[in-house]
């Protein structure tokens, strides 16, 4: 599969840019272009946040602050997209998948699995960040870890 639109070739990875009108998420597109992982979390006590909202759930005053992780991780589950459901963006087959991130239990980030193994991959699957790099833009996508 080639996607010319964008200007790069691109295999199995719909190329949906990033919003750019939502400023609470910012920084974890920030992150992205940088080829990280950044969620925001309380600088006091450590609690993080997903997704980001004004002020802290913890009840600290202040704003949150964004804190790179390191990018691996487990499937906690997924689905293969087989037809394109949208007019323009998306470039099937492809796999989508909720990935838990090893620092932050419990926030789970919706992300695209892409080379080998993410045709079929496993729940519990070890992943790591694999970022996708269009012209304009970057994705995080994650690639499903040799076994
Ligand atoms: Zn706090």
Known sequence: MTDSSAG???????????????????????????????????????????????????????????????????????TRVERAFLPSGSNPPYTVALVELDETPGIRLVTVLVGPGSADPVIGARVTLSPNKFETHTLPTFSVDAS
């Not at 006091?44 to 992780?69: F, K, N, S, T």
Request: net charge negative.
């Open 8 to 78: 790069c070739v691109v295999t199995g990875v719909p190329n949906f840019p990033p919003p750019q009108d939502i400023s609470e998420l910012v920084g974890f597109w920030d992150a992205v272009e940088r080829g990280c992982i950044a969620l925001p979390a309380c600088p006091d006590c450590g609690i993080w946040q997903w997704y980001p909202l004004a002020g802290r759930p913890c009840g600290h005053p202040g704003e949150l602050e964004w804190r790179d992780v390191d990018g691996h991780g487990t499937i906690f589950t997924f």
